[in-house]
């Protein structure tokens, strides 16, 4: 996951012969009318389907609003074959090994770059997805950087890797200790984690979410090349080490349950771990924080995966999630902004005005962009999380 402008318009195209027949006549005649051709018979209305009514979805955990594949099968009369995975490393695995068996994935940007290089995702059928159109031109701007001329991804969601508390058990824990003005001291510096360890520190069991949060911290490019970089972040993070209790791929739960009152983790399962608290009772307060220096924006995309066996499914699918409703329906349950430009309306006002949501332009700002590495980065990146978590 989980876990930051070119404008897309998508016009019909209206198929009709324009010429006119005309036939020689006598010189005193007046000449016949002649009756405009006829117009081409339009294209079919509504989706293409492929043969087989199946479609196989791979995807994060907790990361589709409840009854919307439901939705599509009854419309569609599709079969979703839906499946999760953790980690963006694990679906890149996946993706390089071949014969997924998977027809929509959903990678982030900063793996989705390397995928759509090494022919890993096929090009979207745009012409089959005309609710692209309802796409904000900033954000599909920003994943250009990642999909030139946006020929492969659409935003699933997006978010960013923040710091998420449990606002009540983490002043009980500090004590008299007044809260930092950067959020990343909580779990990057040792005068704060050494007393979060009793309420329980938790990492996202992921090397491409903490090391460059990590790099960010020390003053370092988030997606440095660099391997000196990448060993100034493994000394920072070894000194923390100990007052570390998990490293998590099930945030949501780890929080809402009590497991860690502090957490580097994604924005939007934060706000769903809160909401998760309240329905069973809790009268903790849990948060998603704006540190001061910025978090790490993500997006998360569809790609249809090139290996794909039902890639007009997937098509129609893509168009049915575009829909402004199903856009607003990930941000009213699942807590994640949408960046369907045309769903802003339908989305709750409780929700448009929560600034861990929907932040404001100025802290916009201040966040850290997507990028990508290198392979030598990656495998720097790699070994440093790897001997950290070791506490090597």
């Known amino acids: ?98 014969n997924t068996g998977y027809d929509i994935v959903v990678p982030g940007t900063v793996f989705a770059k390397g995928q759509i290089e090494g022919g890993l995702l096929q090009p979207l059928k745009k012409d089959q997805i005309p609710n692209l159109a309802n796409m904000d031109p900033a954000i599909m701007a920003t994943l250009t950087k990642a999909d030139p001329e946006n020929k492969h991804l659409v935003p699933w969601a997006w978010g960013f890797t923040t710091v998420g508390i449990n606002k009540t058990k983490v002043e009980k824990a500090l004590g008299g200790m007044a809260m930092p003005e950067n959020a990343w001291d909580l779990v990057f510096k040792p005068e704060y984690t050494s007393k979060l360890k009793s309420c329980g520190i938790a990492y996202l069991d992921s090397p491409t979410e903490i090391i460059p949060v990590a790099l960010h911290y020390i003053g370092k490019d988030a997606y440095s090349n660099d391997p000196a970089d990448y060993k100034a972040a493994g000394e920072m993070l070894a000194k923390v080490r100990k007052d570390v209790r998990l490293f998590s791929s099930t945030m949501i739960d780890d929080i809402a349950g009590g497991k860690a009152c502090v957490a580097i983790g994604w924005s939007g399962d934060v706000n769903i771990a809160a909401a998760r608290a ?76 929560n600034k861990t949501i929907f932040v404001e332009a100025d802290y916009f700002a201040k966040m850290i962009p997507p990028s990508s590495f290198t392979n030598e980065a990656r495998e720097a990146m790699g070994n440093t999380y790897n001997a950290f978590k070791k506490g090597k």
């Open 1 to 98: 996951m989980k876990k930051q402008v070119l404008a897309l318009a998508i016009s019909a195209i209206l198929l009709a012969a324009c010429g006119k027949k005309e036939e020689p006549v006598a010189a005193p005649a007046a000449p016949a009318p002649v009756a405009a051709a006829p117009a081409a018979p339009a294209a079919p209305a509504g989706p293409v389907y492929d043969d087989e009514k199946v479609l196989n979805i791979y995807n994060w955990p907790d990361y589709v609003p409840e009854g919307m594949i439901a939705a599509f099968e009854k419309e569609s009369g599709i079969k979703v074959n839906y499946d999760t995975f953790e980690t963006n490393e694990a679906l890149h695995a996946k993706l390089v090994a071949g």
């Open 278 to 353: 309240t329905e069973n009772g809790s009268k903790d307060v849990i948060e998603a924080m704006l540190p001061s220096t910025g978090a790490l924006i993500f997006f998360d995309t569809m790609a249809v995966t090139k290996d794909a066996k039902h890639p007009n499914n997937a098509a129609a699918f893509i168009d049915f999630y575009l829909r402004p409703e199903n856009a607003a329906l990930m941000s009213n349950e699942m807590g994640y902004p949408t960046g369907n430009k045309a769903g802003v309306a339908q989305v709750k006002p409780e929700i448009a005005s």
